[in-house]
């Protein structure tokens, strides 16, 4: 099976969904994530032949996808604020609206050294992100789920900060 063969594939096993509202495009980041190369690259080899492993992979990600499970859960990563962040099961996916929570943090009129606690942290990556765009804010972040501290605390290792995490249930 070449590349664009696995993309038809994984298109016409989709449905075009509320979760799914292009499985074209949903088909080809899934393949890409499984090779683990750009959809770019994809595109320019449509003719590549996928390793058998890869398409392994591929068409277990696609019976799981069928299935109601999440992509990024899938994949174990999601793009936020242009950074990626390792999310699991024990974690919520990053929504594309979560962002405006960013930039509207970022905005406000806060002292030079703010404090800010990330409550229900999941994977961290508000807390990370805000640590990572102001080096100056104290920001610490809790939840009440170890494993999603665990995610959260492998995130701001990958970025580079420093995030202190309580595990607490408020």
């Keep these: 099976m070449n590349t664009e063969e696995a993309i038809r594939f994984g298109q016409a096993e989709l449905p075009a969904r509320g979760g799914i509202p292009d499985p074209r495009r949903e088909a080809q980041w899934l393949l ?12 320019i080899h449509p003719e590549r032949e996928v390793p058998s492993d890869v398409e392994e992979r591929y068409r277990s990600w696609l019976e799981r996808r069928l299935a109601g499970e999440p992509a990024h859960h899938l994949t174990g990563r999601c793009r936020f604020w242009g950074r990626d962040f ?18 509207v943090a970022l905005s406000l009129p806060l002292t030079r050294n703010a404090r ?39 995130n701001a290792m990958r970025h580079g900060v420093e995030l202190p995490l309580w595990l607490g249930d408020l």
Excluded: Q
């Excluded at 890409?32 to 595109?43: C, H, I, Q, S």
């Excluded at 099961?89 to 609206?97: Q, T």
């Excluded at 804010?137 to 665990?150: C, E, G, I, N, Y």
């Design 32 to 43: 890409a994530a499984a090779w683990g190369v750009d959809e770019v690259t994809l595109r």
């Design 86 to 103: 390792e999310v699991s099961p024990a974690v919520l996916v990053p929504r594309p609206e979560t962002e405006l929570a960013i930039e």
């Design 116 to 154: 800010v606690l990330d409550v229900g942290t999941g994977s961290g990556c508000i807390a990370v992100t805000l640590a990572a765009e102001r080096a100056s804010w104290r920001v610490a972040a809790v939840d009440r789920s170890p494993a999603a501290l665990a995610t959260a605390r492998r």
